[in-house]
């Protein structure tokens, strides 16, 4: 009989954000016999965290174990006031790491730290980064499990040369350098005037603003989708022949290993868990953060070296099978049923 989970995160895509690991993983795992109580989906920040709280007390003599999505940023203290209770009423817990910047947060709240994560059952890093950062912090109680896809909802493009059509996906947040996306364009755009920027996601914390108003003031063609959910932006990207990925703080972004799918070949910054996820001139091309002119160098050498993005796609799709579910799911099973 497979265990009962509660999985707590932010569960916000009926709030207009995009799907989180929370909502695709749970569905995941209930798929597979697992039976999962999620929280929360209450956008109010406050009330969010007096839901989880809430749910950790709900539901403290039913459940196995307890997951909780673990972010470096302000979402952080939500991991930790979740943890503090599983401890009290004594339920296993599972901090999934998340946050890109969590090296950071060891150092800067090293006490909350080492109590939630010496305190759990294991700690699921989804990046070798992070896996690798908790080592060396001294804990080791640290298990390696990626982020998964279903691989068959991602037909391979083959693509015998590109054009510079770039898609961009992700939520509007600043710390994911979204402006940078256009600068790019509007450089390429001087190059190439059949250059396209196509940019999915929602608005996160007034970054998408800033984007409209600058494409806007330089009268650059971008395409603003909005938040498209998973099937509509695999069609779109199609029509696109090259990802940017232009962040300033990553671990292992999902929609990364979903271009490289597609046979999308990709540009990326070379910060945080990335160089972990991608070899330079192997799988993708890897640039400095905050510099327009290398990314221009990156696609350009993309537009005219047809062999090499063959090659590139290749092998990014032979590395995004090892995120396939069936493979991962091994891995979780291991964790959640001993």
């Known amino acids: 009989m497979k265990k009962s989970l509660l999985y707590i995160g932010n569960a916000l ?33 406050i009330t969010r965290l007096l839901d989880m709280a809430f749910t950790v007390f709900k539901n403290r003599k039913k459940v196995d174990c307890a997951l909780v999505d673990t972010y ?21 817990y599972i901090p999934i790491l998340h946050g890109g910047n969590l090296p950071h947060r060891l150092q800067k709240n090293p006490g909350q730290s080492k109590k939630l994560f010496s305190g759990a059952k294991t700690n699921v890093a989804p990046s070798r980064y992070l896996f690798d950062a908790f080592q060396k912090a001294g804990f080791s109680n640290i298990t390696y499990i990626p982020n998964a896809i279903e691989l068959h909802n991602y037909p391979f493009e083959h693509r015998n040369s590109v054009l510079p059509r770039l898609l ?5 947040a600043q710390i994911y350098h979204p402006l940078l996306a256009i600068k790019v364009f509007e450089r390429l755009k001087e190059l190439y005037p059949v250059a396209e920027l196509c940019m999915v996601g929602p608005e996160k914390d007034g970054a998408l603003k800033e984007c409209k108003m600058y494409a806007e003031a330089k009268k650059l063609p971008v395409v603003f989708t909005g938040k498209l959910d998973k099937a509509e932006w695999i ?21 990364v ?19 972990f996820l991608l070899d330079h001139k192997k799988d993708a091309l890897l640039v400095p953060p905050n510099k327009v002119e290398d990314f221009v160098e990156a696609i350009v050498f993309l537009c005219n070296h047809a062999s090499e993005v063959q090659n ?17 799911k091994q891995l979780w099973f291991e964790v959640l049923e001993a």
Not at 259 to 269: Q, R
Request: net charge positive; charged share 20%; aromatic share 12%.
């Open 13 to 45: 895509s009926s709030s207009g954000n995009t799907i989180t690991v929370i909502e695709s993983l749970s569905k995941k795992l209930v798929g597979e016999g697992f039976v999962v109580t999620i929280a929360s989906s209450r956008k109010n920040k």
């Open 72 to 92: 470096s940023t302000q979402n952080f203290w939500y991991a930790v006031v979740v943890a503090t209770l599983c401890r009290w009423y004594q339920i296993p």
């Open 168 to 172: 961009w996906v992700r939520s509007f």
């Open 235 to 255: 069609k779109r990207a199609l029509h696109y022949d090259i990802f940017i990925n232009t962040t300033n703080f990553d671990n292992t972004p999902v929609s």
């Open 257 to 275: 290993i979903e271009a490289m799918a597609l046979g999308l070949p990709v540009v990326s910054t070379r910060v945080g868990g990335i160089p």
């Open 312 to 328: 590139l796609c290749k092998n990014a799709r032979r590395k995004a099978e090892q995120f396939n579910w069936k493979n991962v």
